[in-house]
């Protein structure tokens, strides 16, 4: 992935270098000059990173360096805020007693010991740039203007997902027909839908799953997201909980969860979506999960599966498989058009007739048609279409990542923001529902969005939050019921599909879970933003956090902050 979220890192940081309260505090110690320096250097390099992006593409040493330059950028940006942070704390001083300034001046926040360790982390910082300034100077890259900025458009939350739903009816009836047709069997029988990611088997899950002769036939059914957790234990006690609506507070011992499984489905007529299956052990299925799954419910119960694998398809299958085909290509029109003419763009003769173009190179992938329709319904100009309808994005559709080239040209053309929030989001787990209000918190707390015009940070945040939706990089968006202690409120949450998911991680810079980090699939001194699951113990004395200087978000459940010290002394940003 050659955009490596290093543009606006690099405006951040040479924005900070700029700044008043910077300024002042770098004078007053006598190393501004260093600063100017820095900011310079940031400025230089900000001018020719569209062309390192573009020729990254074909160029590992490019590519290198930008990922070099990135982490350095981080740090540049760590020690500036270190200057803003000492100016805050001197402004919070003002009435302090005389005893307690004097003590000041022995202890770590002695303004001589501040002095020598910022110019030291300042000098530092400065000549790592310089030495890959000289770098770049070697790669020939030639100054260009960085693309517009996106202009920011009034968005609402009134979203119609059934209406983006095309050529899925003929799909829907006949697997309605063959869930409602196993009445008569007294085994449990098990049907999955299968094909490439980005085709819409959840979509189609959902619609079978919420169709009122499915809720009338079936005296329970459950929903269980599995992804890539296909462990016994975790299945079982979710559909537990589902069948209860309650929480399963039995330890992970196979037996008492099978007991408890009998009991609360016993012989109901159940359907079971288990969405998203990834595993490919003949084992965990036939040995683990099947005996304990097909073990209870009554006569007509069904398991649907949704997965990308036939293998898989083929493993757990007992009725007969689904594949699901791409849309034909009159369907696939209809859901791109709508898309991309919308919010101004009118639907022209010209535009039409390259939409169709850009249409078929999506090879009828929903999740493809939706990226691209939302990405032109920002583009007013023929030659900007047509500039997207040259270009190779359904070339290499086909394998594991179908859809990744047209995924990433979505993603570079958003703006830097947007970019920045929407990477961000890889610091949670796969499936993970988020809060949009505590989502756009974080962004704010983070720096990643600005304030433009008469819009504050909170309305930049909303649109940049309905935009990412609205694009499909930020999907599922529904209206939740919250209760906190006696009152009740609502609160709008969302996901990200998968396959979303993994291009947040390739362009996120330490965003990590605690697992990520435990099983070492993450460096530890490069780690910026960690989610740890609710579900996670975190041990006494782990030292988990050793190590970890860098770290500027911590997501955390409230029933671990009291293992959480170690983190704080550790980590100062």
Same mark, same amino acid.
Not at 28 to 31: A, D, E, S
Not at 422 to 432: E, H, Q, R, T
């Given at each position: 992935?050659?955009?490596?979220?290093?543009?606006?890192?690099?405006?951040t940081?040479?924005?900070k270098?700029?700044?008043?309260?910077?300024?002042?505090?770098?004078g007053?110690?006598?190393?501004d000059?260093?600063?100017?320096?820095?900011?310079?250097?940031?400025?230089?390099?900000?001018c020719k990173l569209?062309?390192?992006?573009?020729?990254?593409?074909?160029?590992?040493?490019?590519?290198?360096?930008?990922k070099?330059f990135r982490?350095?950028?981080?740090e540049a940006?760590?020690?500036l805020?270190?200057?803003q942070?000492?100016a805050?704390?001197?402004?919070?001083?003002?009435?302090?007693s005389?005893t307690?300034?004097v003590?000041?001046?022995?202890?770590?926040?002695?303004?001589?010991?501040?002095?020598?360790?910022?110019?030291?982390?300042?000098?530092?910082?400065l000549e790592?740039i310089?030495?890959?300034?000289?770098e770049?100077?070697?790669f020939?890259?030639v100054?260009?203007?960085?693309?517009?900025?996106?202009?920011?458009?009034?968005?609402?939350?009134?979203?119609?997902?059934?209406?983006?739903i095309?050529?899925?009816?003929?799909?829907k009836?006949?697997?309605?027909?063959?869930?409602?047709?196993?009445?008569?069997?007294?085994?449990?029988?098990?049907?999955?839908?299968?094909?490439m990611g980005?085709?819409?088997?959840?979509?189609?899950?959902?619609?079978?799953?919420?169709?009122?002769?499915?809720?009338?036939?079936?005296?329970?059914?459950?929903?269980?997201?599995v992804?890539?957790?296909?462990?016994?234990?975790?299945?079982?006690?979710?559909?537990?909980?589902?069948? /209860?609506? $309650?929480?399963?507070e =039995? +330890?992970?011992t196979? &037996?008492l969860l099978?007991v408890? @499984?009998?009991e609360v489905i016993?012989?109901?007529?159940?359907?079971?979506?288990l969405?998203?299956?990834?595993?490919?052990?003949?084992r965990?299925?036939?040995?683990?999960?099947?005996p304990?799954l097909?073990?209870?419910?009554?006569?007509?119960?069904?398991?649907?599966v949704?997965?990308?694998?036939r293998?898989?398809a083929s493993?757990?299958? /007992?009725? $007969?498989l689904?594949e =699901? +085909?791409?849309?034909? &290509?009159?369907?696939?029109?209809? @859901?791109?058009?709508?898309?991309?003419?919308?919010r101004?763009?009118?639907?022209q003769a010209?535009?039409?007739?390259?939409?169709k173009?850009i249409a078929k190179?999506?090879?009828?992938?929903?999740l493809?048609?939706?990226i691209?329709?939302?990405?032109?319904?920002?583009?007013?100009?023929?030659q900007?279409?047509?500039?997207i309808?040259?270009?190779n994005i359904g070339?290499?559709i086909?394998g594991k990542?179908e859809?990744?080239?047209?995924l990433? @040209?979505?993603?570079?053309?958003?703006?830097?923001?947007?970019?920045q929030c929407?990477?961000?989001?890889?610091?949670?787990?796969?499936?993970?529902e988020m809060e949009?209000?505590?989502?756009?918190?974080?962004?704010?707390?983070?720096?990643?969005?600005?304030?433009?015009?008469?819009?504050?940070?909170?309305?930049?945040g909303e649109?940049?939050?309905?935009?990412?939706?609205?694009?499909?990089?930020?999907q599922?968006v529904?209206?939740?019921?919250?209760?906190?202690i006696?009152?009740?409120?609502?609160?709008?949450?969302?996901?990200?599909?998968?396959?979303?998911?993994?291009?947040?991680?390739d362009?996120?810079?330490g965003?990590?879970?605690?697992?990520e980090?435990?099983?070492?699939?993450?460096?530890?001194?490069?780690v910026?933003?960690?989610?740890?699951?609710?579900?996670y113990?975190?041990?006494?004395n782990?030292?988990?956090?050793?190590?970890?200087?860098?770290?500027?978000?911590?997501?955390?459940?409230?029933?671990?902050?009291?293992?959480?010290?170690e983190c704080?002394?550790t980590?100062?940003?």
């Open positions: 992935m050659a955009d490596l979220l290093l543009l606006p890192v690099v405006r940081a040479a924005g270098a700029a700044d008043a309260v910077v300024r002042r505090m770098t007053m110690w006598g190393i000059d260093d600063r100017l320096k820095l900011e310079r250097q940031l400025l230089a390099v900000q569209a062309d390192a992006e573009i020729k990254s593409e074909t160029n590992q040493y490019i590519r290198r360096w930008m070099d982490t350095v950028a981080y940006n760590d020690v805020d270190g200057f942070y000492e805050l704390r001197r402004e919070a001083r003002i009435g302090e005389k307690r300034k003590l000041n001046q022995f202890t770590s926040r002695s303004p001589l010991l501040f002095r020598l360790t910022m110019s030291r982390d300042l000098n530092n910082v790592k310089n030495n890959l300034v000289e770049m100077n070697k020939g890259l100054e260009h203007a960085e693309p517009p900025q996106l202009i920011c458009r009034q968005t609402h939350s009134g979203l119609d997902d059934s209406a983006d095309f050529g899925r009816d003929d799909d009836g006949v697997v309605l027909k063959l869930l409602l047709g196993q009445h008569n069997q007294r085994k449990v029988q098990v049907l999955p839908i299968f094909g980005g085709l819409g088997k959840t979509t189609l899950a959902k619609m079978v799953y919420n169709n009122h002769r499915v809720q009338q036939h079936f005296q329970l059914t459950m929903w269980h997201c992804s890539e957790n296909f462990e016994a234990v975790a299945v079982v006690k979710s559909i537990i909980e589902l069948a /209860t609506k $309650g929480r399963c =039995l +330890p992970d196979v &037996e099978r408890r @499984l009998q016993g012989q109901k007529r159940y359907m079971l979506v969405d998203d299956v990834w595993n490919e052990e003949v965990k299925w036939e040995d683990e999960l099947k304990l097909c073990s209870v419910g009554g006569p007509g119960s069904v398991i649907l949704t997965c990308r694998s293998q898989v493993i757990m299958g /007992t009725v $007969g689904h =699901l +085909p791409c849309l034909r &290509e009159d369907d696939s029109w209809e @859901l791109f058009s709508k898309k991309a003419f919308s101004g763009v009118e639907e010209e535009l039409v007739t390259i939409g173009r190179k999506c090879r009828g992938l929903p493809a048609l939706k691209m329709g939302g990405l032109m319904s920002s583009k007013q100009q023929v900007e279409w047509e500039a309808a040259e270009s070339d290499n086909g990542y859809i990744l080239p047209i990433k @040209l979505s993603y570079r053309h958003l703006s830097a923001e947007m970019k929407f990477a961000f989001c890889a610091v949670f787990a796969k499936d993970y949009k209000d505590i989502l756009i918190q974080l962004w704010m707390a983070n720096g990643f969005i600005q304030e433009e015009g008469t819009m504050d940070l909170a309305q930049k649109y940049i939050f309905y935009d990412l939706v609205w694009r499909s990089f930020l599922d529904k209206v939740n019921l919250r209760r906190f006696a009152t009740s409120y609502e609160s709008i949450g969302c996901k990200m599909h998968d396959l979303m998911h993994d291009l947040a991680k362009v996120a810079h965003c990590v879970t605690i697992e980090l435990i099983q070492q699939k993450a460096s530890i001194q490069h910026r933003h960690m989610w740890i699951d609710a579900q113990e975190l041990k006494p782990s030292r988990v956090f050793k190590g970890m200087t860098s770290l500027h978000t911590l997501l955390a459940p409230s029933k671990s902050h009291k293992d959480l010290m704080y002394i980590c100062k940003h």
